[in-house]
């Protein structure tokens, strides 16, 4: 029997914030691929499009006027999937398998600069600090209104993951409900919390007990193996547990940091940074304008209504996670289905090879060289 090696032989990973497995199948990233392909992203756009509901001057969908905005601009979501209160009260259950729950809160579009062909990999460090500052902005408007618990930022980028305009913009969804994903990692953040050992040098979460992303980002730092890109204050790695192709995870890794609203400028600075660096590796690796869903993780809101819930809350600690299609090339992408729909997630590289190659990438754009 030949000797176990994870860069050839399928295995299981487990991931600690959700408690779900990830089928890795190395030696099927050999196989020839006959499926289906997807039109490259288009690059070559214009500076500004007349055609464009979020372009400065322009008329939205909705009939409503931007103003002709010079940076950042922000307005409630014409087509909002959820709305102001009050929401109407829940009929009652005709079984206890068929209940509803009414949900309530608002949803928001951050356009990140006003120039229609831009992306986040080709704005400048200064522009990404402003839209930093416009999350942090939102994050705390919108968590500190009454019945919100839950204030979600992220961006779609490309068409593949359903974006229906390239202007460069993001959302943010406040809700009175904390939605199942962030509250499940918030949930096994809290159980390391309490029964976790801690590494010996990582940073401590709130009372001084083990963070679960403290310490598995140190654990990073340690082994240098699913890094694609560091600073003085983040660090951006392929989690061992990634499902997507050319995931990353992006983590604070000097000290315990429950949201963006706890952000020093320094680390504010190295983010606008480290984004750029990570943007722009994700373009250069297909020399195409990489799609990725991008979503930011962290302290469900500002503020809790007691000090107990506060302490609790601060148990979660910030972190992006980028979820991109794209497999083999500008035009082959990973789909979700058949085994992963029915059994467990799968993926063919594993998170140690797509590191390399994310990390082997230029810092400079495909765009910018000569």
Same mark, same amino acid.
């Given at each position: 029997?030949?000797?176990?090696? &994870?860069?050839?032989? /399928?295995? !299981? !990973?487990?991931?600690?914030?959700?408690?779900?497995?990830?089928?890795?199948?190395?030696?099927?990233?050999?196989?020839?691929?006959? #499926?289906?392909?997807?039109? &490259?992203?288009?690059?070559?756009?214009?500076?500004?499009?007349?055609?464009?509901?979020?372009?400065?001057?322009?008329?939205?969908?909705?009939?409503?006027?931007?103003?002709?905005?010079?940076?950042?601009?922000?307005?409630?979501?014409?087509?909002?999937?959820?709305?102001? /209160?009050?929401?109407?009260?829940?009929?009652?259950? &005709?079984? /206890?398998?068929?209940?509803?729950? /009414?949900?309530? #809160?608002?949803?928001?579009?951050?356009?990140?600069?006003?120039?229609?062909?831009?992306?986040?990999?080709?704005?400048?460090?200064?522009?990404?600090?402003?839209?930093?500052?416009?999350?942090?902005?939102?994050?705390?408007?919108?968590?500190?209104?009454?019945?919100?618990?839950?204030?979600?930022?992220?961006?779609?980028? #490309?068409?593949?993951?359903g974006c229906s305009n390239p202007h460069p913009h993001g959302q943010v969804w406040s809700l009175s409900e904390v939605p199942t994903l962030p509250a499940t990692e918030i949930a096994s953040l809290k159980r390391y919390s309490f029964s976790g050992s801690p590494a010996s040098e990582a940073p401590r979460g709130p009372k001084g007990r083990p963070c679960l992303l403290c310490d598995y980002a140190h654990l990073e730092m340690h082994q240098q193996e699913r890094i694609v890109v560091q600073n003085e204050y983040w660090v951006a790695v392929v989690p061992w547990w990634a499902i997507w192709p050319f995931e990353i995870l992006l983590l604070p890794y000097k000290r315990h940091i429950p949201s963006i609203a706890h952000l020093s400028a320094e680390e504010k600075s190295a983010l606008a940074n480290i984004l750029v660096k990570i943007t722009t590796r994700y373009d250069n690796l297909f020399s195409c304008s990489f799609a990725y869903s991008m979503g930011i993780h962290q302290r469900p809101t500002p503020s809790s209504s007691s000090q107990d819930e506060d302490e609790q809350d601060d148990i979660a600690h910030l972190h992006f996670h980028f979820s991109p299609p794209l497999l083999r090339s500008a035009t082959i992408r990973k789909f979700l289905v058949g085994f992963e729909l029915m059994s467990e997630a799968q993926r063919d590289l594993t998170p140690e090879q797509a590191a390399g190659r994310l990390r082997d990438c230029s810092e400079v754009h495909y765009l910018d060289k000569e």
């Open positions: 029997m030949s000797e176990f090696d &994870p860069s050839t032989h /399928p295995h !299981r !990973r487990l991931n600690p914030l959700t408690n779900e497995h990830v089928l890795v199948s190395p030696h099927r990233n050999k196989r020839p691929w006959l #499926g289906q392909t997807e039109a &490259p992203q288009v690059t070559s756009l214009p500076q500004y499009d007349s055609d464009c509901y979020l372009c400065p001057g322009n008329v939205r969908s909705g009939g409503q006027r931007n103003p002709v905005y010079d940076q950042t601009y922000t307005f409630v979501n014409d087509f909002a999937a959820v709305l102001p /209160p009050p929401a109407p009260s829940a009929p009652l259950a &005709p079984h /206890p398998l068929l209940t509803t729950e /009414p949900v309530h #809160g608002a949803c928001d579009v951050l356009i990140f600069h006003p120039r229609h062909d831009l992306t986040l990999a080709r704005l400048a460090v200064e522009d990404i600090g402003r839209v930093i500052d416009q999350w942090i902005h939102i994050y705390r408007q919108r968590g500190s209104q009454d019945g919100i618990r839950y204030v979600q930022i992220f961006e779609n980028k #490309g068409a593949i993951m």
